[in-house]
């Protein structure tokens, strides 16, 4: 009993941090301007988010969310959705999610007191999935903005928005992980937690138990449109770094190194010579891009950045990303089994990424059956289109090792055990003294998108 008591005495209270940080939270509506055909028959309301909800709740929910009102003429509808967001400066700036108002016409920001406000989109950010918005006021309550560099695995954090359209819902939880990387969002080392997130509440924020603003609630991994105990917030540093650039330029730059890279697992770093897994391979270098002008090759292994470990290869994205382009820094890499220090310049991120050309049609055919693949020289025009000074690509795969990892014909061998490939006797004679039992690296070109692949050979 005695311990009960202890435990419940070192559970924190939430309730003065939520009363003084609430009037500081908005919900967020959008209108955009639709055809009419794309809302045809829609007399109810329907929100994929609440299949599979008891029929009561669902009844309640319909039954107390306004419904879409036609416009005057019958020949457009408004949509409407909620977000969430949260009031940084007593002049009205706001900060929610990119997607929360992305296409809207018109963003309606509703305050603690159910006033509400039409906002101004002062720029957004959709790699970061930031947007700022400027309302008229003075006087406003603002929320208080923590380092969320500060933030430990294991502490307590707490969300306030509006899931479902229920206005200042409260949830907390503990932070589960830092820095973590989700598909097709480089640039944000996002916050994981446990905090229950659902629908309406993205855009709105993440408070630590100083009441201090730490993240902006983006994201949830989810099987069934609700909270499954995996939540993740954009980190304030990210967040304020973007309203900063966003307020005083209208965009936001990013550095930009012009390479591909790739994990290092245990059988890349002992072909590499690695005494652990860590890093991030360079698997190609763009033509003209930072790495190639600093000197950076493919097969290196970029171990850190200014001093700073790159543990996982998503690491180094989120550095090179928070730096201003022009930026000088130093690289830690492994070339050829020993160290090395690169002096380099940041580049700017372009606005859209490049592509290689695809391999062509092949020439001479030769063949090596140690590894179950026939092989063909690129032509001098194939090498240009691709940016190579040499390499081999596959017209055929036979039964064998080649055949097991995966290789295809059209994929273009620039690299076997970290040795250049110029031609295809080379490659015939590399592949003929591979070692045994050991991990062999390769590097491949598929599509124009380069990686290095490992394997063993039996006998």
């Known amino acids: 009993m005695g311990q009960a008591l ?5 559970l924190p209270d939430f309730t003065e941090l939520v009363e003084q940080a609430s009037p500081a939270v908005v919900n967020i509506s959008t209108r955009q301007k639709m055809p009419d055909r794309a809302v045809a028959g829609s007399g109810s309301l329907n929100v994929p988010d609440l299949e599979g909800l008891p029929p009561m709740f669902r009844e309640f929910f319909e039954r107390n969310v306004p419904q879409v009102p036609r416009a005057p003429g019958g020949g457009r509808r408004e949509a409407q959705s909620l977000g969430s967001g949260f009031i940084i400066s007593a002049d009205g700036y706001v900060l929610t999610n990119n997607h929360v108002i992305a296409d809207a016409d018109e963003i309606i920001v509703r305050l603690s007191d159910r006033s509400e406000l039409e906002a101004k989109l002062i720029g957004t950010d959709p790699r970061s999935d930031v947007a700022l918005l400027k309302v008229e006021g003075s006087d406003l309550p603002i929320v208080n903005l923590g380092k969320s560099e500060d933030l430990k695995v294991g502490e307590w954090v707490l969300a306030i928005g509006s899931p479902f359209g229920f206005d200042h819902s409260v949830t907390a939880g503990i932070v589960s992980a830092k820095g973590r990387s989700l598909p097709n969002e480089s640039y944000v080392p996002f916050i994981q937690t446990d905090v229950a997130i659902n629908p309406g509440n993205s855009g709105g924020p993440l408070f630590n138990l100083a009441g201090e603003v730490v993240g902006i609630n983006s994201q949830i991994f989810t099987r069934s ?11 304030m540093s990210v967040a304020m770094d973007v309203a900063d650039q966003l307020k005083a330029e209208g965009k936001v730059s990013r550095g930009w190194l012009g390479v591909v890279i790739q994990e290092v697992n245990k059988d890349l770093a002992e072909s590499f010579g690695l005494e652990k897994p860590a ?7 763009l033509e003209d891009g930072p790495a190639a002008k600093g000197g950076l090759q493919v097969g290196d292994v970029i171990l850190s950045l200014n001093g700073k470990s790159i543990i996982m290869s998503a690491d180094l994205p989120h550095l090179v990303g928070a730096l201003k382009p022009g930026t000088s820094v130093e690289l830690n890499v492994v070339r050829d089994g020993a160290r090395k220090k690169l002096q380099l310049k940041i580049g700017a991120l372009p606005e859209d990424g490049e592509a290689l050309a695809n391999a062509a049609t092949p020439g001479v055919e030769r063949s090596s059956n140690r590894l179950g693949v026939k092989v063909v020289e690129l032509s001098a025009e194939q090498q240009k289109s691709l940016d190579l000074k040499g390499g081999v690509v596959i017209s055929e795969v036979q039964d064998g090792p080649a055949a097991l990892i995966g290789l295809r014909p059209g994929d273009v061998i620039t690299h076997l055990n970290n040795q250049a490939i110029n031609s295809a006797k080379t490659f015939a004679e590399v592949a003929q003294a591979l070692p045994k039992n050991r991990s062999v690296s390769m590097r491949v070109l598929r599509q124009g998108r380069a990686s290095f692949i490992t394997f063993k050979l039996a006998d």
């Open 279 to 285: 890093g991030a391979l360079v698997a190609q270098v």
């Open 6 to 10: 202890v435990a419940q005495a070192s």
């Open 225 to 235: 449109g609700g909270f499954m105990g995996l939540s993740f917030a954009i980190p």
